[in-house]
């Protein structure tokens, strides 16, 4: 065996996976050998960053697993870099399978973690590091799978497409991209989107969810600007005043709360894993989304509030150019997070009648996003997910969900390709430290996902 260590290490540390022995041995040990190396590279997308060097070394896996030296392309972009991986199917006229990740991963300071975010570590059964759960472990473990099938003599009908985009993270300049190019796929599985829950105190699986929608990513800048003029002699307007109160009543404000069936069913299955109080108003918003008494619950939750509507918050502000001057100009940025159905201009125009101040002026920012529809609920994906699911973890439900954040999925959605986002990976929620401090994910998860996508994946190429 090639990794001989790395899979008795991953064998010791199962403890929740579904089998006691590594099922696919090779692929497993690989797995964990690809996550701990594509960690050590810095992946940021600034100047020096290393995400065309992950890549380069990620093509030269994929070669050495039997991918055409040709068929895996690296086009650089900027500071950054995407590749894509194409495995010809048999029929070249069917649309292919897109596999869908990114490599890219937010800045980390070494200072302020208890281990060098860039310095993998294997200890009490979690990888240690940056993009170990956002999302280098899922990036590596579907690598491993893919060199599996082919190690298997497996021949997919329609091409499989695997693609890594290189600043999802920020700009999502490289997504887009890769969304027009492929634009043409069957479906896209998103493998940095879904995945299980696991419970609290067991460290069992609980649930695990497939994501069908995103809420769209939009940023408002409200500028406020006046003459300014000595501190000591103050006006009745004053910039920073008139923007503060435009900022407090926008963050009282609650935007019309709304369900999809999508949301619905979530709310419905997900109801019955959180505590009485929270999963009774679950099952109320769902019923009745005018439920007042439900809407107050969910709403006072932090993990709950952005499933039930629009949300915008405010995020940064400026103002003022001296200590001893009335401010010329003051700024603030509104972030918001928009329930599918939706324009950003739309929202943009409600804040601007809930502050009702004709001296606060509007402008959209955004970057890196674009509003998209939710994909439809589609039984061949549907009954696919399950059946891989239930080949690890048997009885476990399996429900949709939607998204508050953003993710490569919103590209291929706007151009109408059905995405799906379906990690295998199950953590605790009180484990998820993705974009944040000593992040960490089990690696007992590594044995269940090759088996998963060795399922998924065959069944949605054949």
Known sequence: MKYPALAAAILVLSTTAAHAAPANPKAEAQALDIAKRAIAFKSVNSPGGQTPQLAAYLKQVLVAGGFADADVTITPVDNTAYMIARWKGSEPAAKPLVISGHID?????????????FTPVVENGYLYGRGATDMKLDAAIVIATLIELKRQGYKPRRDIVLEFSGDEETTMKTSAIIAEQLKNAELVLNIDGGGGSLNEATGKPEYWTWNGAEKTYADFELTVTNPGGHSSAPRKLNA????????????????????????????????????????????????????????TTLTANPSTIGKIGTTCVSTM?????????????ATANINCRIFPGHQPAAIMAELQKVVADPAVQFKDV??????????????????????????VY?????????????????????????????????????DDFSHGLNERTPVNNIGPAVTYYLSLITDLSK
């Open 240 to 295: 920073i005043n008139q923007l503060a109160a435009a900022l407090v009543k926008i963050g009282e404000y609650q935007f019309k709360p709304e369900v999809s069936d999508l949301t619905r069913a979530y709310f419905v299955e997900a109801a019955k894993y959180e505590d009485k109080e929270t999963g009774a108003a679950m099952r109320a918003f769902a019923a009745n989304p005018a439920d007042k008494a439900a809407i």
């Open 366 to 391: 955004t970057e890196g996003s674009i509003p998209n529809a939710p994909s439809p609920m589609r039984p061949d994906f549907v009954a696919a997910v399950k059946k891989a699911l239930g080949k």
């Open 105 to 117: 991963v937010v800045a980390a300071n070494p200072a302020d973690w208890q281990r060098d975010p």
């Open 394 to 430: 048997p009885g476990v439900p399996v429900f949709p969900s939607q998204s508050s954040g953003a993710s490569d999925s919103m590209w291929f959605r706007s151009k109408g390709v059905p995405s799906y986002g379906a990690s295998p990976v199950f953590i605790k929620d009180s």
């Open 317 to 329: 502000i400026n103002g003022g150019h001296g200590l001893n001057a009335l401010p010329e100009r």
